[in-house]
């Protein structure tokens, strides 16, 4: 291509065939610009191509001000793109290509019969429909600028001119699916910060050697409240599944990224109470009762009848009461440590499981230096940045995806938009 060739000639790049790079190449070819889409792998979004339909999640039918109120410190950053394209942009999208949505039981929206997979075909098949040149298996390196401008990519040592370039290139969850750390090495190379990445979303490694009798087991509606510092912050009922080093279920991956960003200050711990039904207040009071009435009774074959005996092993680790003891001759200390074993049984988090394990990332591109309401990079004119590779981190639960979907709307049409 010409040096010379004008500005509004050349094709608006988009670095990443996500979610976020997908919807930026759609929305900048609508304004009927050429767009090139590069992709690392072969296949497009090959980390949302491995999520079943059945774990597809959207997020629920919300306002774009509830919605962005949902991203906690980063609300303010994202309402303006979720007041552009929001949840009923994206749904009246999905519609026109003939996918349906569904609420669960929760609210939040799945695709009829659609997984990862079918989605990312869907929508490169609609870019390439709409006349966006996509091009698989190439790896942009870097970008480059003229004059504080955007000037182009490096791909393969060679420099692809460009009149914008978006970098859609998504967070370094999951790298066993190509993940790359690529756009926060741009990034960083063009002057923006990249804030520490942390793994989200992801198991929590306890210190504890609970795992050799609860490992498998899954406690439902459980009452589970986390201590950071000793202080109890969060109390909710919930699910929580053991492995032989971590704890794993619904609860953990929706707050294990506040839990690993506290973790770093403070020590944490977890604590479930196995016999929910019975106050804490009074329970010591029942328990001294029962064990009044059977202290003929072993204390293994007094619980055997709340618990099973994997749970017990926990329970005699945690209280370091012999089971085989006769309740006759249980001092009321050791009444104590049993109390406590059942209803406040605790555990402490050493470390969240790898990047290979998270389903989101804590950190990325600051959003200090990126303009809200477009995407576009206040240090270098006509660059964009969508979708996970931001320090943006919404709850667990399809808001992230609904947020790659929204950026990279926003920062293809302002993009085509800015180059006429
Ligand atoms: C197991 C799992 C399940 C999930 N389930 C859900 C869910 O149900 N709902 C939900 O909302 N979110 C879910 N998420 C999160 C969701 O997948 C992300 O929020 C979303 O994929 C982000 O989209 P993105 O386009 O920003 O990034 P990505 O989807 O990561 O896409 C980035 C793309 O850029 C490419 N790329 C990287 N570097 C380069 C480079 N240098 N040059 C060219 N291309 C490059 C990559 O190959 C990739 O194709 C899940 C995540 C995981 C890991």
């Known amino acids: ?95 026109k290509l003939k996918l349906t949505l569904q609420a669960d039981n929760n609210g939040h929206f799945r695709i009829e019969s659609i997984n990862g997979q079918d989605l990312m075909k869907i929508l490169v098949d609609t870019a390439i429909k709409r006349g966006v040149e996509y091009k698989k298996s190439s790896r942009v390196t870097s ?42 090495y741009i990034a960083e ?24 009798f609860l490992s498998g087991m899954s406690f439902e509606n459980i009452k589970i409240t986390v201590y950071y510092n000793c202080n109890p912050v969060i109390m909710e009922t919930g699910t929580i599944k053991f492995t032989q080093t971590s704890v794993s279920g619904p609860f953990i991956l929706n707050h294990s990224a506040d839990i690993i960003e506290n973790l770093a200050l403070t020590p944490v711990e977890i604590s479930i109470d196995f016999l929910a039904d019975q106050p804490k207040e009074k329970f010591e009071a029942w328990l001294i009762h029962q ?9 293994g074959q007094f619980l055997g009848k709340y618990f099973n005996a994997n749970v017990m092993k926990a329970i005699e680790l945690e209280s370091r009461i012999n089971m085989s003891k006769s309740i006759s001759h249980i001092t009321n200390l050791e009444r104590k440590a049993l109390v406590l074993g059942i209803k406040d049984f605790r ?11 998270a389903r989101g990332v804590l950190g990325g591109v600051s959003t200090d230096d ?51």
């Open 291 to 299: 064990l009044a009435s059977q202290n003929h009774m072993q204390v």
């Open 189 to 212: 190379k063009l002057g923006h910060k990249v804030n520490k990445i942390k793994p989200a979303f992801v198991d929590l490694i306890i210190r504890e050697k609970y795992g050799k």
């Open 1 to 95: 291509m010409s040096a010379k060739k004008r500005k509004t000639d050349l094709p608006i790049v988009v670095v990443g065939g996500g979610p976020s790079g997908l919807l930026a190449a759609i929305s900048a070819a609508e304004g009927s610009k050429k767009v090139i889409l590069y992709n690392k792998n072969p296949w497009p979004g090959k980390k949302v191509s491995t999520i079943p339909a059945e774990e597809l999640i959207l997020s629920e039918k919300l306002s774009p001000k509830i919605l962005a109120s949902k991203f906690g410190s980063k609300s303010k950053f994202v309402a303006p793109i979720f007041k552009s394209f929001g949840y009923g942009d994206l749904a009246k999208l999905f519609k």
């Open 370 to 420: 990126i303009y809200p309401d477009t995407g576009e990079s206040k240090i270098v004119k006509s660059l964009y940045f969508a979708g996970d590779v931001l320090d943006v981190l919404g709850p667990y639960g399809g808001y992230n995806m609904q947020f790659a979907f929204s950026s990279g709307y926003v920062a293809g049409k302002t993009a085509a938009k800015a180059t006429g």
């Open 347 to 357: 555990f402490s988090i050493k470390s969240s499981k790898p990047f290979n394990n």
């Open 143 to 184: 970008v480059y600028t003229k004059n504080g401008k955007v000037g182009g990519v490096i791909l393969n040592g060679t420099k692809i001119q460009a009149s914008a370039v978006i970098i859609a290139t998504g967070s370094f969850s999951l790298p066993k699916c190509g993940s790359t750390k690529d756009g926060y």
